[in-house]
Protein backbone atom coordinates (compact mmCIF):
# COMPACT_ATOMS: atom_id res chain seq x y z
CA UNK A 1 0.00 0.00 0.00
CA UNK A 2 0.96 3.42 -0.93
CA UNK A 3 1.92 5.46 2.39
CA UNK A 4 0.19 8.08 1.57
CA UNK A 5 -3.20 5.77 1.03
CA UNK A 6 -1.99 4.71 4.88
CA UNK A 7 -2.72 8.30 5.47
CA UNK A 8 -5.99 8.33 4.35
CA UNK A 9 -7.30 5.27 6.30
CA UNK A 10 -6.30 6.11 9.60
CA UNK A 11 -7.60 8.56 12.09
CA UNK A 12 -4.84 7.91 14.60
CA UNK A 13 -0.88 9.23 13.95
CA UNK A 14 0.71 7.22 11.94
CA UNK A 15 3.80 5.58 13.82
CA UNK A 16 7.07 4.63 11.88
CA UNK A 17 10.14 3.65 12.28
CA UNK A 18 14.13 4.16 10.32
CA UNK A 19 16.82 2.06 10.37
CA UNK A 20 19.90 1.79 8.11
CA UNK A 21 21.74 -1.19 6.86
CA UNK A 22 24.65 -1.92 9.29
CA UNK A 23 28.32 -1.38 8.03
CA UNK A 24 30.13 -4.53 9.66
CA UNK A 25 28.47 -8.09 8.09
CA UNK A 26 28.03 -9.39 11.97
CA UNK A 27 26.13 -6.65 12.75
CA UNK A 28 23.99 -6.83 9.22
CA UNK A 29 23.08 -10.92 10.59
CA UNK A 30 21.41 -9.01 13.83
CA UNK A 31 19.01 -6.88 11.86
CA UNK A 32 16.57 -9.66 12.11
CA UNK A 33 16.38 -9.64 15.66
CA UNK A 34 16.17 -5.82 15.04
CA UNK A 35 13.13 -6.14 12.81
CA UNK A 36 11.42 -9.18 15.04
CA UNK A 37 11.26 -6.10 17.88
CA UNK A 38 10.19 -3.41 15.78
CA UNK A 39 7.50 -5.63 13.61
CA UNK A 40 5.70 -6.68 17.08
CA UNK A 41 5.49 -3.38 17.91
CA UNK A 42 3.35 -3.11 14.68
CA UNK A 43 4.19 0.49 12.93
CA UNK A 44 2.56 1.61 10.20
CA UNK A 45 5.70 1.61 7.96
CA UNK A 46 9.62 1.29 8.38
CA UNK A 47 12.02 3.23 6.40
CA UNK A 48 15.43 2.00 5.22
CA UNK A 49 18.19 4.68 4.98
CA UNK A 50 20.39 4.35 1.63
CA UNK A 51 24.07 4.86 1.83
CA UNK A 52 24.99 7.25 -1.36
CA UNK A 53 27.63 6.38 -3.51
CA UNK A 54 28.09 2.88 -3.56
CA UNK A 55 26.56 0.77 -6.44
CA UNK A 56 23.28 1.52 -6.56
CA UNK A 57 21.31 -2.41 -6.72
CA UNK A 58 23.85 -3.68 -4.44
CA UNK A 59 22.82 -2.59 -1.25
CA UNK A 60 21.51 -4.08 1.84
CA UNK A 61 18.88 -1.60 1.83
CA UNK A 62 16.89 -3.64 -0.72
CA UNK A 63 17.67 -6.86 1.19
CA UNK A 64 15.88 -5.23 4.38
CA UNK A 65 13.54 -3.49 2.72
CA UNK A 66 12.14 -6.82 1.16
CA UNK A 67 12.49 -8.45 4.33
CA UNK A 68 9.89 -5.66 6.38
CA UNK A 69 7.49 -5.83 3.33
CA UNK A 70 7.73 -9.69 2.59
CA UNK A 71 8.66 -11.67 6.05
CA UNK A 72 6.99 -9.03 8.32
CA UNK A 73 3.64 -7.93 6.06
CA UNK A 74 4.57 -4.07 6.86
CA UNK A 75 5.22 -1.34 4.44
CA UNK A 76 8.44 -0.60 3.67
CA UNK A 77 9.92 2.83 2.67
CA UNK A 78 13.16 2.52 0.86
CA UNK A 79 15.17 5.59 0.87
CA UNK A 80 17.05 6.65 -2.59
CA UNK A 81 19.81 9.25 -3.32
CA UNK A 82 20.51 10.82 -7.12
CA UNK A 83 22.99 13.06 -6.72
CA UNK A 84 25.60 10.02 -7.77
CA UNK A 85 23.84 8.11 -9.66
CA UNK A 86 22.88 8.11 -13.57
CA UNK A 87 19.01 7.66 -14.81
CA UNK A 88 19.78 3.97 -16.03
CA UNK A 89 21.26 3.18 -12.76
CA UNK A 90 17.87 4.49 -10.84
CA UNK A 91 15.72 2.85 -13.65
CA UNK A 92 17.97 -0.44 -12.88
CA UNK A 93 16.88 0.52 -8.94
CA UNK A 94 13.29 1.34 -9.69
CA UNK A 95 13.20 -2.11 -11.43
CA UNK A 96 14.94 -4.31 -8.70
CA UNK A 97 12.43 -2.64 -6.10
CA UNK A 98 9.28 -3.54 -8.07
CA UNK A 99 11.04 -7.04 -8.42
CA UNK A 100 10.59 -7.43 -4.75
CA UNK A 101 7.22 -5.59 -4.30
CA UNK A 102 8.43 -2.07 -3.04
CA UNK A 103 5.79 -0.15 -3.32
CA UNK A 104 7.18 3.13 -1.60
CA UNK A 105 10.15 4.96 -2.28
CA UNK A 106 11.74 8.46 -0.17
CA UNK A 107 13.39 10.40 -3.07
CA UNK A 108 16.20 12.45 -1.61
CA UNK A 109 18.93 14.26 -3.38
CA UNK A 110 21.60 12.61 -0.99
CA UNK A 111 24.60 14.79 0.95
CA UNK A 112 27.93 16.20 -1.02
CA UNK A 113 30.61 13.75 -0.63
CA UNK A 114 33.55 15.17 -1.73
CA UNK A 115 34.90 12.09 -3.07
CA UNK A 116 32.46 11.30 -4.59
CA UNK A 117 31.47 13.07 -8.07
CA UNK A 118 28.09 13.93 -8.85
CA UNK A 119 26.10 12.10 -12.22
CA UNK A 120 25.01 15.42 -12.57
CA UNK A 121 21.99 13.75 -14.41
CA UNK A 122 19.53 15.03 -11.06
CA UNK A 123 20.45 18.00 -9.45
CA UNK A 124 17.74 18.25 -7.13
CA UNK A 125 15.27 15.26 -4.79
CA UNK A 126 12.76 17.14 -6.97
CA UNK A 127 13.76 15.42 -10.31
CA UNK A 128 14.53 11.95 -8.97
CA UNK A 129 10.66 12.55 -8.31
CA UNK A 130 9.56 13.42 -11.46
CA UNK A 131 11.85 10.82 -12.86
CA UNK A 132 10.07 8.13 -10.90
CA UNK A 133 6.85 9.38 -11.07
CA UNK A 134 7.40 8.96 -14.67
CA UNK A 135 9.02 5.61 -14.67
CA UNK A 136 6.98 3.66 -11.71
CA UNK A 137 3.72 3.62 -9.72
CA UNK A 138 5.68 3.95 -6.16
CA UNK A 139 3.93 6.48 -3.76
CA UNK A 140 7.08 8.66 -3.14
CA UNK A 141 7.92 10.35 -0.35
CA UNK A 142 10.50 13.45 0.12
CA UNK A 143 12.58 14.76 2.70
CA UNK A 144 12.06 18.60 4.23
CA UNK A 145 13.83 20.52 6.84
CA UNK A 146 11.64 22.20 9.85
CA UNK A 147 14.77 24.28 10.55
CA UNK A 148 15.74 25.21 6.57
CA UNK A 149 18.05 22.89 4.81
CA UNK A 150 21.96 23.72 5.96
CA UNK A 151 22.41 24.76 1.93
CA UNK A 152 19.78 27.13 1.55
CA UNK A 153 19.48 31.41 0.95
CA UNK A 154 16.71 31.11 3.29
CA UNK A 155 13.43 29.75 4.79
CA UNK A 156 11.66 31.47 2.19
CA UNK A 157 13.45 29.83 -0.43
CA UNK A 158 13.53 26.38 0.98
CA UNK A 159 10.31 26.29 1.42
CA UNK A 160 9.45 27.15 -2.61
CA UNK A 161 11.38 24.20 -2.85
CA UNK A 162 9.70 21.76 -1.11
CA UNK A 163 6.57 23.13 -2.85
CA UNK A 164 9.12 22.13 -6.38
CA UNK A 165 9.28 18.86 -4.70
CA UNK A 166 5.51 17.56 -3.47
CA UNK A 167 4.25 19.66 -7.25
CA UNK A 168 6.64 16.86 -8.95
CA UNK A 169 4.52 14.04 -7.63
CA UNK A 170 6.02 13.96 -3.57
CA UNK A 171 2.31 13.12 -1.64
CA UNK A 172 4.12 12.13 1.55
CA UNK A 173 6.74 14.35 3.56
CA UNK A 174 9.19 12.98 6.50
CA UNK A 175 11.22 16.01 8.66
CA UNK A 176 14.77 16.11 9.64
CA UNK A 177 14.91 15.36 13.29
CA UNK A 178 14.48 18.48 15.43
CA UNK A 179 14.28 18.27 19.42
CA UNK A 180 12.03 21.88 19.75
CA UNK A 181 8.25 21.46 18.84
CA UNK A 182 7.66 24.50 18.29
CA UNK A 183 9.63 24.92 15.37
CA UNK A 184 7.67 21.62 13.84
CA UNK A 185 4.36 23.29 13.90
CA UNK A 186 5.61 27.25 12.85
CA UNK A 187 7.24 24.74 10.12
CA UNK A 188 4.09 23.09 8.85
CA UNK A 189 2.28 26.28 9.27
CA UNK A 190 4.68 27.91 7.09
CA UNK A 191 3.80 24.79 4.67
CA UNK A 192 0.22 24.94 4.51
CA UNK A 193 0.32 28.74 3.59
CA UNK A 194 2.85 27.78 1.03
CA UNK A 195 0.26 25.31 -0.75
CA UNK A 196 1.71 22.41 0.30
CA UNK A 197 -0.96 20.11 1.83
CA UNK A 198 0.88 16.42 2.38
CA UNK A 199 0.92 14.64 5.19
CA UNK A 200 4.26 15.37 7.20
CA UNK A 201 5.77 13.25 9.65
CA UNK A 202 7.40 14.78 12.30
CA UNK A 203 11.04 13.24 12.51
CA UNK A 204 12.47 12.54 15.89
CA UNK A 205 15.02 10.92 17.59
CA UNK A 206 15.59 9.91 21.06
CA UNK A 207 18.85 11.37 22.56
CA UNK A 208 20.97 8.70 23.86
CA UNK A 209 25.09 9.39 23.24
CA UNK A 210 26.17 12.45 23.19
CA UNK A 211 28.87 12.15 21.57
CA UNK A 212 26.48 10.94 18.40
CA UNK A 213 24.03 13.43 18.87
CA UNK A 214 26.12 16.38 18.37
CA UNK A 215 27.98 14.87 15.38
CA UNK A 216 24.28 14.65 14.24
CA UNK A 217 23.50 17.90 14.82
CA UNK A 218 26.54 19.58 13.89
CA UNK A 219 25.78 17.77 10.47
CA UNK A 220 21.72 19.03 10.19
CA UNK A 221 21.76 22.17 12.24
CA UNK A 222 18.83 20.85 14.73
CA UNK A 223 19.00 23.38 17.42
CA UNK A 224 19.09 21.88 20.72
CA UNK A 225 17.30 23.49 23.38
CA UNK A 226 18.44 24.35 26.81
CA UNK A 227 16.03 21.97 28.78
CA UNK A 228 17.75 19.12 26.57
CA UNK A 229 21.07 20.60 26.96
CA UNK A 230 20.86 20.66 30.47
CA UNK A 231 20.36 16.90 30.55
CA UNK A 232 23.25 16.41 27.70
CA UNK A 233 25.36 18.57 30.35
CA UNK A 234 24.73 16.45 33.20
CA UNK A 235 24.39 12.80 32.30
CA UNK A 236 27.37 12.81 29.41
CA UNK A 237 29.21 10.58 31.16
CA UNK A 238 26.56 8.66 32.58
CA UNK A 239 25.47 6.23 29.81
CA UNK A 240 22.52 4.78 31.91
CA UNK A 241 20.90 8.15 33.09
CA UNK A 242 21.52 9.59 29.67
CA UNK A 243 19.56 6.33 28.03
CA UNK A 244 16.42 7.11 30.66
CA UNK A 245 16.87 10.99 30.54
CA UNK A 246 16.72 11.10 26.46
CA UNK A 247 14.32 8.77 26.17
CA UNK A 248 12.23 10.34 28.28
CA UNK A 249 12.50 14.13 26.61
CA UNK A 250 11.26 12.30 23.08
CA UNK A 251 8.36 10.35 24.34
CA UNK A 252 7.39 14.39 26.41
CA UNK A 253 8.10 15.44 22.76
CA UNK A 254 6.08 12.30 21.21
CA UNK A 255 2.95 13.15 23.83
CA UNK A 256 3.23 16.61 22.85
CA UNK A 257 2.97 16.48 19.12
CA UNK A 258 0.06 14.17 19.97
CA UNK A 259 -2.12 16.33 21.71
CA UNK A 260 -1.29 18.84 19.26
CA UNK A 261 -2.60 16.51 16.30
CA UNK A 262 0.09 16.01 14.85
CA UNK A 263 -0.56 13.67 11.38
CA UNK A 264 2.14 10.89 11.66
CA UNK A 265 5.84 10.55 13.89
CA UNK A 266 8.34 8.92 12.68
CA UNK A 267 11.24 7.97 15.29
CA UNK A 268 15.08 7.39 13.83
CA UNK A 269 15.47 4.30 16.12
CA UNK A 270 19.22 3.74 15.24
CA UNK A 271 18.37 0.09 14.96
CA UNK A 272 17.69 0.23 19.05
CA UNK A 273 14.89 -2.14 19.27
CA UNK A 274 15.05 -1.19 23.19
CA UNK A 275 13.99 2.55 22.25
CA UNK A 276 11.94 1.73 20.10
CA UNK A 277 9.87 -0.49 22.33
CA UNK A 278 10.16 2.00 25.56
CA UNK A 279 8.44 4.54 23.36
CA UNK A 280 5.87 2.43 21.95
CA UNK A 281 4.59 1.53 25.80
CA UNK A 282 5.17 4.65 26.89
CA UNK A 283 2.11 6.07 24.33
CA UNK A 284 0.47 2.88 23.19
CA UNK A 285 -2.74 4.15 25.23
CA UNK A 286 -2.53 7.66 22.94
CA UNK A 287 -2.03 6.19 19.62
CA UNK A 288 -5.39 3.93 19.87
CA UNK A 289 -7.56 4.16 17.07
P1 LIG B 1 16.62 18.64 -2.02
O1 LIG B 1 15.17 18.60 -1.78
O2 LIG B 1 17.09 18.56 -3.43
O3 LIG B 1 17.19 19.96 -1.33
C1 LIG B 1 18.60 20.18 -1.24
C2 LIG B 1 18.86 21.69 -1.25
O4 LIG B 1 18.60 22.20 -2.57
C3 LIG B 1 17.99 22.47 -0.30
O5 LIG B 1 18.75 23.54 0.20
C4 LIG B 1 16.86 22.98 -1.20
O6 LIG B 1 16.27 24.16 -0.69
C5 LIG B 1 17.63 23.22 -2.49
N1 LIG B 1 16.79 23.09 -3.70
C6 LIG B 1 15.89 22.11 -3.96
N2 LIG B 1 15.32 22.30 -5.17
C7 LIG B 1 15.89 23.42 -5.69
C8 LIG B 1 15.73 24.14 -6.91
N3 LIG B 1 14.87 23.73 -7.86
N4 LIG B 1 16.50 25.27 -7.12
C9 LIG B 1 17.37 25.69 -6.17
N5 LIG B 1 17.56 25.04 -4.98
C10 LIG B 1 16.84 23.92 -4.76
N6 LIG B 1 20.87 10.96 2.94
C11 LIG B 1 21.39 9.80 2.47
O7 LIG B 1 22.49 9.82 1.85
N7 LIG B 1 20.74 8.60 2.64
C12 LIG B 1 19.53 8.53 3.28
O8 LIG B 1 18.96 7.45 3.42
C13 LIG B 1 18.96 9.74 3.79
N8 LIG B 1 17.75 9.74 4.40
C14 LIG B 1 17.18 10.92 4.83
C15 LIG B 1 15.91 10.91 5.42
C16 LIG B 1 15.31 12.11 5.87
C17 LIG B 1 13.93 12.07 6.47
C18 LIG B 1 16.01 13.34 5.74
C19 LIG B 1 15.40 14.61 6.25
C20 LIG B 1 17.29 13.36 5.15
C21 LIG B 1 17.88 12.17 4.70
N9 LIG B 1 19.14 12.15 4.08
C22 LIG B 1 19.68 10.97 3.60
C23 LIG B 1 19.92 13.39 3.97
C24 LIG B 1 19.64 14.15 2.66
O9 LIG B 1 20.11 13.40 1.56
C25 LIG B 1 20.35 15.50 2.77
O10 LIG B 1 19.73 16.31 3.72
C26 LIG B 1 20.58 16.26 1.47
O11 LIG B 1 21.50 17.32 1.73
C27 LIG B 1 19.33 16.89 0.87
O12 LIG B 1 18.49 15.97 0.35
P2 LIG B 1 16.99 16.42 -0.12
O13 LIG B 1 16.39 15.23 -0.72
O14 LIG B 1 16.29 17.08 0.98
O15 LIG B 1 17.42 17.49 -1.25
Redesign the pocket.
Do not use: V
Given at each position: MKISEIFEKKTHPIISFEIFPPKRDEALKNIDATLDVLSALHPDFISV????GGSVTNSATVDIASKIKNKYSIEALV?L?CLTYSKSEILTMIKNLQDHGIENV??????RNPNIEPKKEFQ???DLVAFVKEHSDFGIS????PEC?P??KDRI??IF??K??VDAGATHL???LFFDNEIFYDFVERTRLAGINVPIDA?VMPVINKAQIERMVSL?GATIPQKLQRLLDKYADNKEALFDAGLTYCINQIIDLIAAGVEGI?IYTMNNPVVAQRICDSVKNLIKP
Open positions: TFGAHTLALRGDYASGACYHESNDNLTKITQGCH
